[in-house]
């Protein structure tokens, strides 16, 4: 069972450049939430999804993009990345039940030049 | 400010101490508090949540809630190498189903044999 896949796991990117990190979630859950991690500042919510061909803003939305075309798939796009975006990204997902248990990745370290 | 504040650390104890973690939390709202541990390189996972006020036990971790206070608390007994780690308090947003979790910035351990 392997739960929450981030792909990729590392990236370099320069300025200006653009990509796509996935997420996919094999436990059939209907929430989705991409995250980031930075030192001292801890884990901000970027953009989440309630279900499938939904997506909502979180703490930093800015610069980024989502998309939820399929339930067990949520991508997080850069269009344009800044240096201010290095970061380490986490996606989580969960069931929705009362105790709030998120799954999480392990994780995509990005860093942009 | 954040909603849910939490003292970085880093904190460094020998083997077998009891280790107290703290946070404190500024939404009375808040009805849920989790305590998630991250171990280097990984995705948080969830050790333990707490409703409302009060203890919970499991095993060597004890959670403890004071909404009086708004202080939430997380004590290892005997804590060895292996809970050395970034532990992270958190809280519900809201009360929907799904609703995204507010983290503190977590609390790096490192206990030394």
């Known amino acids: 069972n392997a739960g929450v896949t981030q792909t990729p796991k590392f990236r370099v990117l320069k300025t200006g450049q653009s990509m796509t990190l996935l997420c996919a979630q094999d436990m059939n859950h209907e929430y989705m939430y991409w995250y980031r991690q930075d030192p001292g500042m801890g884990l901000r919510l970027i953009h989440y999804s309630v279900g499938e061909g939904t997506t909502a803003k979180g703490e930093v939305p800015d610069g980024y993009n989502v998309s939820r075309l399929k339930k067990q798939n949520f991508l997080l796009g850069l269009e344009s990345a800044a240096p201010s975006q290095t970061s380490v990204y986490f996606c989580?997902?969960?069931?929705?039940?009362?105790?709030?248990?998120?799954?999480f990745g392990e994780g995509s370290r990005l860093t942009v030049l | 400010q954040k909603e849910v504040e939490q003292d970085p650390g880093p904190l460094s104890v020998p083997e077998g101490a009891i280790v107290s973690l703290n946070c404190t939390y500024s939404n009375s709202a808040f009805q849920y508090f989790m305590w998630y541990r991250q171990y280097s390189r990984k995705g948080p996972e969830l050790l333990m949540y707490t409703y409302s006020s009060g203890n919970k036990e499991d095993g060597r971790f004890t959670a403890q809630v004071d909404k009086s206070s708004k202080y939430i608390s997380l004590f290892i007994r005997d804590s060895q190498p292996s809970d050395s780690a970034t532990y992270l308090c958190?809280?519900?947003?809201?009360?929907?189903?799904?609703?995204?979790?507010?983290f503190g910035k977590g609390t790096t351990l490192s206990v030394s044999s």
């Open positions: 989580a997902s969960s069931s929705g039940t009362s105790t709030g248990e998120l799954f």
């Open positions: 958190a809280s519900p947003e809201g009360t929907e189903a799904g609703t995204a979790l507010i």
